[in-house]
T-cell receptor, first 110, second 114 residues
């Protein structure tokens, strides 16, 4: 079946540290891949996406590359800020269904 | 402002008392969906709708009903709520048939069933 596995949190980093949140997926066919971010008390917001193999999605300094050979879509940012503290969800879409990972909580301390 | 609006934001109810959570979008989106978010389980899809009068079950539809009589509205109905339906609920919509633009999410409804 279809599923998304992302690294468990919580993750705590100092400001300006490098961030990686791992995400791997299992899917039939050729899914589209997404990262969503959820700030406290809010709904999820689309952060970035990639629709085919080797695509790189990027937004607000975050990047993720669609790796078909390793079925991965790891989220990276070179220098995190306190304002990046949130929960991050990896997701895939296949057909009319979305599948979400369990979320990774990130806290950035000054 | 383009948005998905859910009401109420918070709801405490008793077991067995029917309730409806409303969802409305102002973007003329065809596709709408309901999710529940639980600790350690992420988001799980309850129901989705491809268009007016077209609805289908997601991964966890038991105990829920939906309707899509108008394009903008997609209410979630709990006919007889139980404590295991205590959760954070999100409505989402998408206007892109391929969903390549992803979803627009509402702000969530935190439901407690006692």
């Amino acid at each position: 079946g279809n599923s998304v596995t992302q690294m468990e949190g919580p993750v705590t980093l100092s400001e300006e540290a490098f961030l990686t949140i791992n995400c791997t997926y299992t899917a039939t066919g050729y899914p589209s891949l997404f990262w969503y971010v959820q700030y406290p008390g809010e709904g999820l917001q689309l952060l970035l996406k990639a629709t085919k193999a080797d695509d790189k999605g990027s937004n607000k300094g975050f990047e993720a590359t669609y790796r078909k050979e390793t079925t991965s879509f790891h989220l990276e940012k070179g220098s995190v800020q306190v304002s990046d503290s949130a929960v991050y969800f990896c997701a895939l879409r296949t057909g009319n269904q979305f599948y979400f990972g369990t979320g990774t909580s990130l806290t950035v301390i000054p | 402002e383009a948005q998905v609006t859910q009401n109420p934001r918070y709801l405490i109810t008793v077991t067995g008392k029917k309730l409806t959570v409303t969802c409305s979008q102002n973007m003329n989106h065809e596709y709408m969906s309901w999710y529940r978010q639980d600790p350690g389980l992420g988001l799980r899809q309850i129901y989705y709708s491809m268009n007016v009068e077209v609805t289908d079950k997601g991964d966890v539809p038991e105990g829920y009903k939906v309707s899509r009589k108008e394009k903008r509205n997609f209410p979630l109905i709990l006919e007889s709520p139980s404590p295991n339906q205590t959760s954070l609920y999100f409505c989402a919509s998408s206007g892109d048939r391929s969903h390549n633009y992803g979803y627009t999410f509402g702000s969530g409804t935190r439901l407690t069933v006692v």
